[in-house]
């Protein structure tokens, strides 16, 4: 199958995106412990990665492949740029809880865990790489890491993702990431992401 290039997000497509990496991480443990019913998961995920998505359109990065076989997306990798300071989300509080609802306490553990290891030294980091379950094993996700991996390792800049299973670390390692100390770092049920750093 022949996909099209990979190109910048436009800024009407962030919704896309979000449902995109929600439907592509739906189920993943984190997910699952953000929000256990599967009938709430996938559109308050969406927001969530919407909301996060449209931040990373004005401080780092969105790149997209879209689906050969028709309307939408089939990848993309949503990127923030570390390298220089940038606020947070506009009313991230205020959109957190309208979105979140009930599990709210859920999502505050997450962001708690996140700020807490995040490492220090500039950087860009790989918040989302997802790609629709349709177009999985056809290496769009290392399509997608190797166009801005090519012009870090230019700038001589290094990248931070977090991990979310064995099987993510596996795919990491082989595209230049190492672990990182803390590597493993826990939600409050006991699930684990993985920290990461690439360096040329």
């Known amino acids: 199958m022949s996909f099209p290039e990979i190109r910048p997000a436009r800024a009407d497509e962030i919704p896309a995106v979000g449902h995109l990496i929600s439907l592509s991480f739906f189920d993943l443990a984190a997910n699952a412990y953000l929000v256990p019913p599967l009938d709430d998961r996938l559109p308050v995920m969406a927001d969530f990665f919407a909301m996060l998505t449209e931040h990373a ?23 923030f740029d570390y390298t220089t300071e940038s606020p947070a989300p506009e009313n991230y509080d205020e959109r957190l809880r309208s979105l979140a609802g009930e599990y ?15 490492p220090h030294d500039p950087h ?13 094993e056809h290496g769009l996700g290392s399509m997608l890491m190797k166009r801005t991996h090519d012009e870090l390792d230019a700038a001589g800049l290094p990248a931070y993702l977090e991990a979310t299973n064995a099987n993510n670390v596996r795919l990491y390692k082989r595209v ?9 770092m826990l939600l409050p049920d006991g699930t684990p992401f993985f920290r990461m750093w690439r360096t040329l």
């Open 57 to 79: 359109d004005k401080y780092g990065r969105i790149d997209v492949i879209d689906n050969p076989e028709g309307d939408g997306l089939a990848g993309t990798a949503v990127w």
């Open 104 to 118: 709210l306490d859920r999502f505050l553990a997450l962001d708690e865990l996140f700020e807490k290891h995040h």
């Open 124 to 136: 860009w980091h790989l918040a989302f790489l997802a790609v629709h379950p349709d177009h999985q």
């Open 176 to 184: 230049g990431y190492a672990e990182m100390d803390p590597f493993e």
